[in-house]
């Protein structure tokens, strides 16, 4: 029977990969060579899905009135998030950039179509928010797929998803799982943006493990 | 300014590990070599996060009794889903393997701690779900961590998330994202075992993507 096996190089170089992908927030503005998001989202369609459903929807937004109506969302919700903080905290979130909105080349929606007919309803039936985390995987691996060609991917949830589903005009049974930013990023980086900020550093992992 | 870049034979086998990564219900009984499940678990942790909250939990259930109500939470969702379908779907349900509860050497559920206050909230005041889809970007990212080192992994979801989080008597406010079943694999495939049982094809990607 075929095996397929990956070698040691390999598995060091993958977490690598996972070592410095990096939620992007700084973009430089130009166009990514072309072909790069076919291929990302080729790589992205291999994700696992319950029941074979691969309920994840693509809809990549160039026009300027869907853009505008987008950043007008994340600058409404931003503001609304800063009013929720208090004191040395509320001025270190006022100066975080969080979304790369008017720099990124590429706005990509991702969302999920949880009616959708393939997969027969498979796996499903006591946990329906798995058709959601199908696309969350998905877009998990569109990230490493495009961090591998050196384009960065910033995924932005300052939104209200009724703004952005209006704003596209999708089916109105799909839900917005995420809003990505798409380009090369402005630097690279093995550390997480919030931790170089000083605003959530990661934790021992130690703490969220434990056996039964 | 330091930057990482992946080479073109380094993009081609991660293509390849997306393309043999399996969901699997076919396990050798025999355990994982030791340490892996330990690399996996720390590769997970470097899976994007919304606030870099990590608010996924990891918790191997080894113990016979919360395995066994595992199972038969299983089995007794896999019954009732049967009875969901009819004629020719009903008997192709029927024969489908779903799980490898009884198998696979290490069971793991994966959690989600939404109140967790790591992450300041950031990013999660409109969508709170966020913090769910952190969750199964980390498995997403286990699974491949997993996979390249021959070790295979199986999302259980014919489950009820109440039984389960009764089974492992987690914090009331954990909410269950994954069950997985964790060992290594009878076999390797490239094509999802739903399409090689006739279950539910991948279908043609174009009809996902949209440009708005």
């Not at 070592?19 to 990514?32: A, K, L, N, Q």
């Not at 319950?50 to 929807?57: E, L, Y």
């Not at 039936?125 to 199908?134: A, D, G, K, V």
């Amino acid at each position: 029977m075929h095996r397929k096996a990956f070698e040691t190089d390999f598995i060091a170089e993958f977490d690598e990969l996972l070592r410095w992908r990096r939620d992007v927030r700084r973009f430089r503005t130009e166009p990514i060579e072309p072909g790069l998001l076919d291929e990302m989202l080729d790589s992205a369609e291999l994700a696992p899905s319950v029941g074979n459903s691969q309920p994840w929807r693509w809809v990549e937004v160039r026009s300027t009135a869907p853009r505008e109506k987008v950043a007008a969302s994340f600058e409404r919700c931003n503001a609304e998030a800063l009013k929720g903080y208090r004191g040395d905290r509320a001025r270190r979130y006022a100066t975080l950039k969080l979304s790369g909105l008017r720099d990124a080349p590429i706005h990509l929606a991702v969302l999920c179509s949880p009616d959708s007919e393939q997969g027969h309803g498979l796996g499903r039936r006591t946990m329906p928010q798995t058709m959601e985390y199908s696309v969350a995987t998905a877009v998990s691996t569109l990230w490493l797929a495009a961090r591998a060609r050196g384009v960065g991917v910033g995924w932005v949830s300052i939104l209200d998803p009724d703004d952005v589903t209006a704003a596209l005009a999708v089916p109105h049974d799909w839900a917005l799982v995420a809003y990505l930013c798409i380009g090369y990023p402005e630097a690279d980086d093995d550390v997480p943006a919030l931790q170089r900020s000083g605003w959530q550093t990661r934790t021992d992992s130690r703490e969220r493990r434990s056996v039964v």
